[in-house]
């Protein structure tokens, strides 16, 4: 069976970094950092690129076990999708590829962290929290 994701961007937005992919589920306030290979898989999963089709580049260009790579990725699909952040695409894939530079210093699994330290703070609502005695923001 193809699987292909597709982001909630209702509910969540990111942004990628050198290193890491930042996820910000803007209604609860949670937040994610994806690190490892997440930046390479985040913008083929964004593109809705199969996730087979991923998993056998990434294991191409890495020089590494395919079987490895795949059950990496499906772990990581596993974890978006259990969050929301991922849901099956409603759409076709985006027309090609991003294209990934090769890496032949080994393949290194995607990694997935949660935060929800700073919930109150990210769901302020700096207009209507505002009270004129206390200042602003008022949680």
Excluded: C
């Excluded at 020089?63 to 059950?71: I, K, L, S, Y």
């Excluded at 929301?84 to 894939?93: D, N, S, V, Y």
């Amino acid at each position: 069976m193809i699987q292909v994701f597709e982001v909630d961007s209702d509910r969540y937005a990111s942004e990628i970094f050198e290193r890491e992919v930042v996820v910000l589920n803007l209604i609860e306030g949670t937040y994610y950092a994806l690190g490892g290979s997440a930046n390479e898989i985040w913008m083929q999963l964004t593109a809705r690129q199969p996730v087979q089709e991923i998993a056998a580049e990434l294991a191409r260009l890495h020089g590494a076990p395919p079987a490895e790579v795949a059950a990496a990725l499906e772990e990581f699909s596993k974890r978006l999708l259990e969050e929301g952040i991922l849901r099956p695409a409603t759409t076709p894939a985006d027309a090609a590829a991003i294209p990934l530079a090769p890496h032949f210093d080994g393949f290194v699994p995607p990694t997935f962290e949660k935060y929800v330290d700073m919930q109150d703070l990210l769901t302020l609502d700096p207009i209507h929290d505002v009270d004129p005695k206390s200042g602003w923001p008022k949680t």
